[in-house]
């Protein structure tokens, strides 16, 4: 494959992890934030197979499979049964004015361009352009974390930072090295089991995933 | 060897108890694990100081003085914290507060916990530091909403949740680390290898690297527990069994600023500034002043004692900010007396509330009359966490405040005014928990002595006495992270 | 002074003229397709247009000039539109006069017009209608000039030709900005041109209706300008789409032979796009007033986005 048309579509695949991250921002139906999640996940995992491909490294072919399999298909069916066993499909996510987080949104993008401006000079990969993208991926499921506050919502703010972490290690380096990438798949896996778990304790306890519930503990005066 | 059985026993220490740690006998396996873990670091350690640093694993692994010593600490605090378990965990269990499987769970955990702890501070390689750091948060979260009660799982929730946002930062910050060093060092696992990288630091591209550090800082902070990345500690450290707040405030603090220190040296020798030093001398200075501050409003204990937890984080941070050899030394001292002391303070407490059932403070009198062990050992630890001579905090906050007073005098002041107010508002609560009249609400129980005694006095002696080896040793410590 | 180009320039503005109320015909009749009903045929909205013509204006009584004028100026920034956006060539004396910015101007002419004789007879709805209109349309102007932005820093020039013709001689590639750009500029035309989810153009029903609430007064030829004038508004949006985004088959040169095969390339074209439309109007379902805000808010995002694209991606 050519590598300007490599780098093309690479782009062109960050773009839409960009447009999904924004898509998760504003959107209000549980399974739609899932449906996006999973989108985000294969944009990633293409991507990676394109960047494996034209720089011949031949474990980031692993890790896109890795990436296919934890992130389109295994988190969000563990997300959706989550959701059908705990019947949360209807507990609609209020979010606090839409326009304005979109504005923090576009924000973040701006700032997190500035921020990998050097490393953007210093790199010679195809890929360079789209560690700014990542780390705004990485912002704004921050974002996510910090106006939604509803249990399902800010695990899966939590997950697309992850993918967005793992894009910038695909766009910097061509990947970090296997161990590393298995093992924080690994740490993911674990986390996915825990946030399960704690998703039932959190509804068994306080009849709702709504975090604004759990405000008892507060600095005493 | 040594180094492998070190790792190893907590595993299976984990698995074993993973299938019978609801059993009679689980607390001791518990302890006999964890003994054999102390056994086997101090091998370990005797192999450092005999043969100096070294690589081990196909260089997966590395020793040297800085991280032996908090290996060695790491496995000694787990050990006594299993001896104190034993007592505090049957009690619990008698008051109905965890079932068999939560049991199971606990003690398997708990060396889950330890081994990821090791793993970090023994790993070469910066990415399975990342790793083994997030394992270690993991695994207590759950430990933290064992009891189940709103606040528990609240309590866990944030730590979860924060943390994990945390160290996602540390993770980009490691990316970033790794993209400088390829550039040197060649791809592969090769150039994300601390000893290597601690080769090349000079040549490491600076922008990159100060960029990183941010990061990292940030990252690694969010788990040091740094005002204003805090908010998760005082609530994980205050709702789980107390067992787990020891380890939590003596342990696994100290291993995230071991990783932040790290990063710290790696930076340094690229940017060859003291950017990376100022900023963790703010974020240090920060946290001394609010969690002083935070220290005089508590009610709860365990509370309270999780805020005292930051501010010598604070000071420790502050400490390896300001660089030079007194301050390092100063520093690294502080890890290792704080953690006793800190962790002997968790015992008593733990204790303390058992006896009474509730962590408020308001609710807790005559300590000393109704058991004086727990009584004395609080107020002890409390003179010595405060720094009153002659305990060990008080040598290693001296070294650090004459350190402050050469290199940053400007700073002096507000150091000062972080250590008095934290002073004053320890003793204003403690004073009424140990004197008077044992109230009613207060019932006897039987405790376990030898660890708060232990800690004790190993605070005391580090103050009155330095030990020649040890007092070498950090200075090999030192030299390390010049 | 060659005299093809003015030529074919008099010629596209017939053609938008004559075509513009086919082109509405053709999304009508497939939306009785896809809707399962018998449809009154492609050459409808001609029956329709005749038929207001030779009907009597009745004007109220309190009608100012403003409400008298506004017709024969909505109509004809329409038809100088059509002599700016390139439908059959580049080559047009106009287009190097004005850019897409004065595009956008006359139709924020048209628009404050006919917002104006909205309210000016003083009716509930006219008022009403000119409300909505211009919340919509303060929304909806910054999200169109980011997406024209957009497409200009990838050409480099605001003039359309000079679009059109970066991306017949460029190479063809995936541009991430062109594609944001692009979807912002179907949110805005959709809200622009009031067809669903914005507005509906066949409804009259008071609560929804907002372009008719403020042309309910009208009737005879008034009323036949301006809707000739909407329809050529809903096709100028097509073309200036097609222009923009997918010029291919546009001529570059004045020889007849190009531009007759670009008059069948633009039926084709718009086919297309009709069919498109009536995909997206009977995918969706109208939506409330109150989300219009994010509707054209994630508009002007999608064109931000495009912008900065630009700049990190490319």
């Known amino acids: ?221 | 060897m040594m180094l492998l059985t070190l790792l190893c026993v907590p595993l299976f220490a984990a698995i074993i108890l993973a299938f019978v740690g609801d059993r009679r006998y689980a607390p001791e396996i518990n302890i006999a694990g964890s003994a054999g873990t102390f056994a086997a670091g101090l091998g370990l350690a005797f192999e450092v100081y005999l043969y100096g640093p070294t690589l081990a694993g196909n260089k997966f692994f590395f020793v040297d003085a800085f991280n032996v010593y908090l290996a060695v600490l790491t496995s000694f605090v787990s050990m006594t914290t299993a001896v104190f378990s034993r007592r505090y965990m049957r009690r619990e269990r008698e008051h109905g507060r965890v079932g068999s499987i939560r049991m199971r769970f606990y003690h398997a955990m708990f060396q889950v916990f330890i081994f990821a702890m090791l793993l970090c501070l023994l790993t070469n390689n910066v990415g399975v530091l990342w790793i083994a750091m997030e394992l270690a948060t993991l695994s207590t979260v759950l430990l933290v909403s064992l009891y189940r009660t709103p606040t528990a799982i609240e309590a866990a929730w944030k730590y979860f949740i924060l943390c994990g946002v945390g160290i996602a930062q540390a993770l980009f910050g490691t990316v970033l680390l790794y993209f400088a060093a390829e550039k040197v060092l060649g791809e592969g696992g090769e150039a994300l290898l601390w000893t290597n990288l601690s080769l090349v630091s000079d040549r490491l591209e600076p922008t990159v690297l100060s960029l990183a550090f941010v990061f990292l800082m940030v990252g690694y902070g969010t788990k040091v527990g740094l005002v204003p990345l805090h908010n998760w500690l005082p609530d994980a450290h205050s709702e789980g069994p107390t067992p787990i707040s020891a380890v939590l405030s003596g342990l696994l603090l100290n291993v995230a600023l071991y990783a932040l220190v790290r990063c710290k040296v790696l930076v340094d020798g690229a940017t060859k500034t003291h950017h990376a030093g100022d900023i963790m001398m703010g974020f240090g200075l920060l946290s001394i002043i609010v969690a002083a501050f935070s220290l005089l409003r508590q009610k709860d204990i365990k509370r309270m004692f999780s805020y005292s937890s930051i501010e010598h984080m604070g000071i420790a941070t502050f400490a390896f900010g300001l660089g030079g050899p007194i301050a390092t030394f100063g520093g690294l001292l502080h890890m290792l007396v704080h953690s006793l002391a800190k962790s002997a303070i968790f015992f008593t407490v733990g204790h303390a509330s058992q006896m009474h059932r509730t962590q408020d403070m308001e609710k807790i009198k005559g300590l000393i009359r109704g058991n004086p062990l727990v009584g004395w050992g609080l107020m002890l630890g409390v003179m010595a966490i405060a720094g009153m001579p002659p305990f060990g905090v008080f040598t290693s906050e001296f070294l650090i405040l004459t350190a402050t007073i050469k290199d940053a005098p400007l700073l002096t002041p507000f150091l000062l005014l972080g250590l008095v107010v934290a002073f004053a508002a320890l003793f204003r609560r403690v004073q009424p928990m140990v004197s008077g009249e044992i109230p009613e609400n207060q019932k006897p129980m039987t405790v376990a002595h030898l660890p708060v005694l232990l800690h004790m006095v190993l605070v005391l002696l580090i103050g009155l006495y330095m030990p020649e080896f040890l007092n070498q040793w950090f200075h090999t410590a030192v030299d390390l992270l010049k | 002074m060659n005299i093809y180009p003015l030529l074919i320039e008099m010629v596209q503005v017939l053609i938008l003229l004559s075509v513009a109320p086919a082109f509405v015909g053709w999304v009508r009749v497939l939306k009785c397709w896809s809707q399962g009903r018998s449809s009154a045929g492609i050459f409808q909205p001609y029956r329709d247009l005749s038929k207001l013509f030779s009907k009597d204006v009745v004007l109220a009584e309190n009608a100012s000039w403003i409400f008298r004028f506004t017709p024969y100026l909505v109509f004809g920034t329409a038809v100088l539109a059509g002599g700016i956006i390139p439908i059959l060539s580049t080559d047009l004396p106009l287009a190097a006069t004005a850019d897409i910015i004065v595009l956008v101007a006359l139709f924020a002419i048209a628009r404050f017009f006919t917002a104006l004789a909205g309210m000016d007879i003083g009716t509930a709805f006219g008022g009403m209608g000119s409300s909505r209109e211009m919340t919509i349309a303060s929304l909806a102007e910054p999200a169109m000039l980011m997406a024209i932005f957009t497409m200009s820093l990838a050409s480099r020039s605001t003039s359309l030709s000079q679009m059109a013709q970066a991306v017949l001689s460029g190479q063809p590639v995936l541009r991430p900005s062109v594609a944001f750009a692009l979807l912002a500029f179907i949110l805005i035309a959709l809200a622009e041109t009031g067809r669903i989810p914005v507005d509906n153009p066949a409804t009259h029903l008071e609560l929804t209706m907002i372009h008719e609430a403020m042309i309910l007064e009208y009737s005879g030829r008034h009323l036949a300008l301006i809707e000739w004038a909407s329809m050529m508004k809903l096709f100028l949006f097509s073309a200036l789409g097609i222009a923009a985004f997918a010029p291919w088959g546009i001529s570059q040169s004045d020889d007849l032979l190009p531009v007759f095969a670009a008059f069948l390339f633009m039926a084709v074209k718009l086919g297309v796009a009709g069919v498109c439309l009536v995909l997206i109007e009977t995918g969706l379902a109208k939506m409330r007033l109150f989300r219009l805000t994010e509707f054209l808010g994630s508009a002007f995002l999608l064109a931000t986005l495009g912008m900065l694209s630009y700049f990190i991606l490319e």
Request: aromatic share 10%.
């Open chain 1, 1 to 221: 494959m050519n590598l300007t048309i490599a780098a093309n579509i690479n782009s062109f695949l960050a773009a839409l992890v960009l447009l999904t991250a924004f898509g998760m921002l504003v959107q209000r139906r549980m399974y739609g934030l899932i449906h996006l999640f999973a989108w985000q996940g294969l944009f990633l995992s293409v991507s990676t197979a394109i960047v494996g491909f034209v720089a011949g490294k031949h474990h980031l072919y692993i890790s896109s499979l890795l990436t296919l399999s934890l992130k389109v298909v295994l988190l969000p069916y563990i997300l959706h049964v989550l959701i059908y066993r705990l019947r949360i499909q209807k507990e609609v996510d209020t979010v606090v004015n839409v326009p304005l987080t979109m504005l923090i949104g576009i924000a973040l993008v701006i700032f997190s361009y500035h921020l990998t401006a050097p490393v953007r000079e210093l790199s010679t990969l195809v890929t360079r352009s789209t560690l700014a993208v990542a780390l705004a991926t990485v912002m704004i499921g921050l974002l996510m974390m910090i106006t939604r506050r509803h249990a399902v919502t800010q695990i899966i703010g939590f997950l697309a930072m992850e993918n967005g972490l793992f894009f910038a290690a695909t766009s910097a380096t061509y990947g970090m090295p296997l161990v590393v990438e298995l093992g924080v798949a690994l740490d993911i896996l674990i986390a996915a089991f825990i946030f399960g778990i704690f998703f039932f304790h959190i509804h068994t306890t306080f009849d709702s995933l709504d975090v604004e519930k759990m405000a008892r503990l507060k600095e005493s005066d």
